[in-house]
Each structure stands twice: as structure tokens, then as C-alpha cells.
């Protein structure tokens, strides 16, 4: 890991560097204000989140130390369980389905195909799309009434049956069909480049050693851009924990709070029913859980990228 | 530039059937990407009548363009009858002055944390991206306290604030990236000739900066036009944003589902990031990935 190898004065170690103070000091002056808005905006906040969720808090701020009580009750909730619980469910299958067919579409295009710049547009359209409209738009393609199940049954498949957006149990899967829908294309733009930047010999080589296809994908390619993956791996589990206007849009955490996830959890909370606590405990659990799966990349991706 | 020649291409001869089964595969799943976007467009241009007896999905027998009319300047949201066009341009008054603000501090954070290493830049330049990862829900309450002591609630102002703040992870992300592979040397010559923090960075990195910008700008803007939560939780009644309008429009409407006027209503509200796609998407996706894929 070679350090500093920028402009950095050399030699000037001991005594007061008023040439690198002055060299520097316009750098300082431009990161400051945006540094200043963000540990207030980002670390402030998320702390003054954290510090409410230890008080006695309701509709109006009330600064008396409860301790854990507010957690206490959050995870006695059944709302907040099925939430937490549809949050790993919807986490998983999203990123995991996003990512494989993403891989399946990059693939598929990186085989020289006719037509490769309209078929990238169709699939990338959508991650222009809006969660609010994509959720508008599946929850009418879903909706058994109106949507693919009527078709098919005028259609004359009379029995017919793709309901899962009314029922309790199947509903969070409606919502990874839209989620998928509209990440799954920026996801294979994302790994289609890296594809194309896998080195041709090594390819070869495995060619020259008798590997078909699916094992040169398997074994060669596939590894070659992990990179690329962990990057879209991140992304999406940080775009799930995100997500909250999808179900807003879709569901309406219905049917009942089947679909509800801790984003729309907290906000009922904060805003529809005036618990300020157990909002900002749901809150600090939702920025915890982010922290164990992201800091780790963080740390790994940053120390890897100092090195050059 | 590598090659692709491990493919059913190379392998067409011994198996035809590679390439038609490569074809329908990406033929069905292009079908199953466009199929909402083809029965948005399609409903919203049926009259009503047709839907009520047809179903939503299906081909127009008669084209109109009434409902694009009515969800522009006439639908209901809440009791104001206005369509969505004013949102529409608070919208527009939010997304355009916050992204460039945002789009320019970062190129200003990544500039300078690459390129003038000061001690502890490695750890700023962590410090500010971690804040891309950050549940936005975390900061919901505090940041609703603070806008409302500031008398920002409910106002263009206080949204233009937030995005903008929490749009800098992002952007100093993408400009550091993209200034990291810009050689020291560069910057080293122009500081010998006497250039300064300033000059080097509006004569030298600026003009090289567009592909970079363009990441950022598409980025941002789609990202602040398509904002919900921040939204829903900071804007109501005249203040709505676009995305904010349109879930009332289409959730919370009484009596007859208007399938075609919410349609239209959801298309307009999605064209401005579309059309951006369309024009500047090429250069997004190049810029993208040629700053975050090099691994």
C-alpha cells in the first residue's frame, strides 16, 4: 500500500509545513461545507435518531431516558415482526433474483446479438421508472380482477390462477416481481460491461483446455467479475432497505400489514400515529441491520482502492 | 478489447438450436420488460367505457387522448382540481436546482480529496460515502424537526436542501472515481506553473469532467424526481412533488376508477426521466461503468 504519493511535500517533516498549509488550505475550504452538512445531516441526525429512540418520546419530542423500553415494545409488535420478517424475505429473493437475472441477461447479450442497443434500452427503461409508478403499474398487471389473471381467463384458461397480490402470504413475492422488473436491466448493464472487460486470453485458454461454455461462464468468467457483483450486490441490498414507496404504492402494506416493511413501519409511526420512540427504534434497528451488511465492504473496497 | 468467442455464436454451426434458443429467451424476457410500459401507454389512450367492459389489458379500439388532458390540468388530487401540472413544476424547481448544486459540490469533494491529499482525506472521503448507504428512514425524524425550525417545511427550499445534502455521497463518489484515474502529474505541472486549487479545477479537470458529469446529473435527477419518502414526509398540499401528487391521484381517488387518467397521470409523471434516458442514457451507462467497474 503505497501512501500519499500525490503532491505531497516531502521532507518537510518536523518543522510547521506552512507550505503544504498553504497548498492545502483551499482544499480544506471546499470539502468544508459539504463535510459540515453531512456529519450534521447523515452522522447528527442518524445519532439524535438514536438518542429519541432511548426517550420517552411521542408526538412531541420528551427527553426522559426510557432506555431500551421503546425496543421492548417495537419487537413485542407483531406489525414490526411481519415487517423485519418481510424485509429479510424481500431482501434476499430481490437481491438474488435481480442479480440472476441480470447475469442471465448479460450473458445473453454479450453473444454478439443482433439488435443488442434496442434490447438494452427495453430492459434498462424501467430503472428510470419510479417506484411509486412501478408499483401503480404491477399492482393493476396483478390484480386478479383486472390484470394478467383476467386476460388469461378471456383467454379461455377459465381456471386460470395469479393471485398473489391478495393474499397475506404470497404478497411480498408480488412486490419482488415489481422490484426485480425495474433493477434487474441496470443491473445487467452494470455486469454486461465488466463481461466485456474479462480478458480475452484467459478465456482462450480455458477454451484451449476443453471447457464448453457453461464452464468457461462457470469457472473463468463468472469469478473474473466478481468485482462488478459485489458492487451490484451492495447496491441492491442498499436500494432494499430503502424501499418504501414501492409497497406504499403497490400494497398499501396490505392485504391487512402482510406486505409492510420497516421503512413503512416507521413512518406510520412517526407520522400517523404520533409514537416518536418506537418510529425512531424501528429506525435505529433498520441502520443497524444496514451497517452489518454494508461497513464490511465498505472497509474492504476502500482499503483495496488506496493501494494505487 | 476482449473477445467473446465462447458463445453459441462460435458454436452455431454444431448447434442450431444455440441461437434460437438465445433469441427466444431474450425475446420473452424483452416482452415480459416492455409489457407494462406497452399497457400503460395502451390504457391510457381507451376510453373508459372500453376498459370497464375489456379489462386493462388489451388494444384500443378507439384511440383518445382525453385522459392525457384530464390527468395534466384537470384530475382531482385531494380537492385541489388541477391535474398534476403544478406539481409537476414544483418538481421541476426542486430536481433541477438540487442536482447541479449536489453534482457540483461532488465534483468539488472528489477533486479535492483526490487530488490535494491532505491528512485525514482518506478518511473524509470514507466518512462522506458511507452516507450513500445510509436507510433514509434514520434520519426521517430529525431532519423533519430541523426543516420546521428552519421554517423549511413544506416549502421548495427545504427539499432542494435535503436532496442536495443526501445527493452528495453519491456524487463525491462518482467524481472520486473518476478523478482517482486522472494522473498526479496533471495536477503536479499546472501546480509548478503557478495554477492554483481554483484554476486547475475549472481549466484542467472541469473540461475533462463531462462524462463523469453526465453520470451525476442523470443520477441525481432521477433520483430526486422519483423521491418518495423525503416527499411524502416534507411536502403537502401546493408543495406535493410530482411522485408525491401522483400516489394521491391514484390511491386515495373516490368513486370510479379512472384506469386510463391514472395511467396517463403515471406516464407523465415517469417522462421526464424517461426522455433523459432515452437522450443522455448511452452516456450514463458509459460513465457509470467505466468509473465503478474497474475493479
Redesign the interface.
Known sequence: MTK?????PSGLARSFDWA?LR??L???F??A???A???V??????L??AY?SLSASKMI?DFTFVGLRNYQRLWGEDRWTVAATNLVTFTVLYVGVTLA?GL??AI??????RLETP????????????????G???K??LNPG???E??VR?LGWDNFVFDWIIQQHTVIFAVVIAAV?QQA?FVA??LL????????EM??A??LDGAG?VR??WSV?IPAI???FI?AF?LLV?FA??T??LV??MT?QGPGYASAL??TF??DM??QRNQ?GI??A???S??LF?AVI??PY?IWE?RK??GH | ?????????A?APKFPWVPVL??L??GV??F??????A??VLTSVRPLEEIRTA????IPQHVTFDAWGTAWNEACIASVCEGLQPYFRNSLAIAVPATLLSTI??A??G???T????RG??T???????????????????????LSSLGLANSVFGLIL?YA??G??FT?LFFRNYY?AVP?EI??AA?MDGA???RIFTQIMLPISWPIFMVSVVFQF?GI?????FG??FSTGASQTV?VA??NL??TTFGVKQ?NV??AA?LI??LP??I???FV?RFF?RG???G????
Not at chain 1, 445473453?108 to 446479438?113: G, I, N, R, T, Y
Not at chain 1, 460491461?193 to 480475452?200: E, I
Not at chain 2, 415480459?32 to 410500459?37: E, K, T
Open positions: 500519499k504519493e500525490g503532491i505531497a503544504g497548498r492545502y483551499p482544499a480544506w471546499a470539502v461545507p459539504s463535510l452538512a453531512l456529519l445531516f447523515v452522522y447528527g441526525f442518524a439524535w435518531t429519541i419530542p437475472v442471465l441477461i445473453l447479450l454479450d453473444q454478439k446479438v434490447l438494452r434500452t427495453i430492459f434498462l427503461y424501467p430503472a428510470a421508472v419510479s417506484l411509486v409508478v412501478t401503480i403499474s404491477w393493476w398487471l383486472t390484470g394478467i383476467a386476460f378471456s422488473w436491466g448493464v452494470l460491461a465488466a463481461l466485456r472487460g474479462v480478458d480475452g478465456v482462450k480455458a477454451r461454455p468457461t461462464y468468467i466478481r468485482p462488478a458492487s451492495v442498499a432497505l430503502k418504501f414507496d406504499v404504492a398499501a420497516p421503512s416507521v413512518y412517526a407520522f416518536l418510529a425512531s424501528g429506525a435505529v433498520i441502520l444496514a454494508v461497513l465498505v476502500f482502492t488506496d | 478489447m476482449a473477445t467473446d468467442t465462447i458463445t453459441g455464436h458454436r438465445l433469441y429467451t431474450l424476457l424483452a415480459i420488460f416492455i409489457m407494462p410500459l399497457v400503460m379489462g386493462i389489458i388489451g459540490l461532488g468539488v469533494n477533486y479535492a480529496l487530488k490535494f491529499r491532505f482525506a482518506d473524509l472521503m470514507v466518512l462522506i460515502i458511507l452516507g450513500c448507504f445510509l436507510p433514509l428512514q434514520a434520519v426521517l425524524i430529525p431532519a423533519a424537526q430541523t435535503i445534502v443526501y452528495l455521497p463525491t482517482v498526479d495536477v503536479r501546480t492554483g486549487f481554483w432521477t424526481w422519483n423521491e418518495f419518502l411524502v414526509s411522485t401522483l400516489n391514484v390511491n384506469y391514472d395511467m403515471s409523471a415517469a426521466v424517461l433523459l434516458y432515452l442514457g451507462v457509470l461503468t467505466a465503478s467497474v474497474k475493479g
